[in-house]
């Protein structure tokens, strides 16, 4: 009897092995098609000194050792659709966004239906570093997004763990990062559901200054991070806490199914 079942289950699950290989787009496996999907979104503008191939393929390298079962996909702001073309924006669980000097570039339509994914389909919105002012972080927040300051007068800046039982800060501990920028509190957008981190920022002139440095929030059906650290001409998402918190961030932003 024992066999018979297990010669059954093997049955059923063959066949639904082979109906998602039909319905798996570009000749994609069964196993890929059922693995949750991240996106990783940046404009092309970071120095190739320190990102050789950009921000977002450095990101992506962290997030593929992190994440098992998952699908890591990079997407640039050159690229047919702007990198998201709608059958990628419908697949994505998490969207991580990098922009700076192109937030004007991005279309308007496409933030539309971001912002339509993460508020009434649930898709995640990671939001790094200089993006507080990309299309997408403001609409999804409604504020204007400005800090209260941004000079390059640091030299390094130490996050720690404002809220240590967030998932996001989980197998986190206090690190100092080369950091040649500091954004200065407070941060115009709406209160909250976490502080999940702090920082300090040390400058060159030996004084310090502290800031708010990762931010949950739900958004409607959407849960939504922002995390202030990732200076463009700094290494930040090679260090391994940094890249930590990009994957503790993607599985706590990823929808439940
Ligand atoms: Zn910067």
């Known amino acids: 009897m024992n066999r018979k079942t297990s010669r059954r289950e093997f049955l059923v699950s063959g066949a639904a092995t ?30 190739k ?19 098992k079962g998952w699908n890591v996909v990079v997407a640039n702001l050159k690229d047919p659709e702007q990198g998201l073309s709608d059958e990628l924006l419908n697949k994505a669980d998490v969207l991580i966004w990098w922009g700076h000097t192109k937030h004007g570039d991005v279309k308007d339509a496409l933030v539309d239906k971001i ?15 200089s993006s507080h002012f990309a299309k997408p972080n403001r609409k999804l927040m409604g504020t204007r ?11 390094t800046l130490k996050v720690t763990v404002k809220d240590p039982n967030h998932p996001i800060a989980q197998g986190v501990k206090e690190f100092t990062i080369d950091h040649h920028e500091r954004y200065s509190d407070p941060y115009a957008v ?6 999940v981190f702090e920082g300090v920022a040390t400058l060159k002139d030996g004084k310090t200054d502290a800031s708010q440095q990762g931010f949950a929030w739900q958004i409607d059906k959407g849960k939504m991070f922002y995390f202030q650290g ?23 932003a990823a929808p439940v199914k």
């Not at 069964?30 to 996106?39: E, G, H, L, Q, S």
């Not at 400005?146 to 390059?152: N, T």
């Not at 709406?190 to 502080?195: L, T």
């Open 145 to 155: 997004c400005s800090w209260g300051a941004y000079v390059g007068d640091s030299v």
């Open 49 to 67: 000194k320190v990102y050789p191939d950009d921000i977002n393929t450095v990101i992506a390298d962290g997030l593929k050792k992190d994440l």
């Open 230 to 252: 990732g200076h463009e001409t700094d290494p930040v998402f090679m260090d391994l806490n940094v890249r930590k918190i990009m994957a503790n961030a993607v599985k706590w």
């Open 115 to 129: 912002v339509k994914r993460v508020k009434e389909e649930g898709m995640g919105f990671i939001s790094l570093h």
């Open 18 to 47: 082979a109906a998602v290989c039909v319905l798996g787009a570009g000749g994609a496996t069964a196993a890929d098609a059922a693995r949750r999907t991240v996106v990783v979104w940046s404009e092309g503008s970071a120095p």
């Open 190 to 195: 709406p209160k909250a559901d976490s502080i």
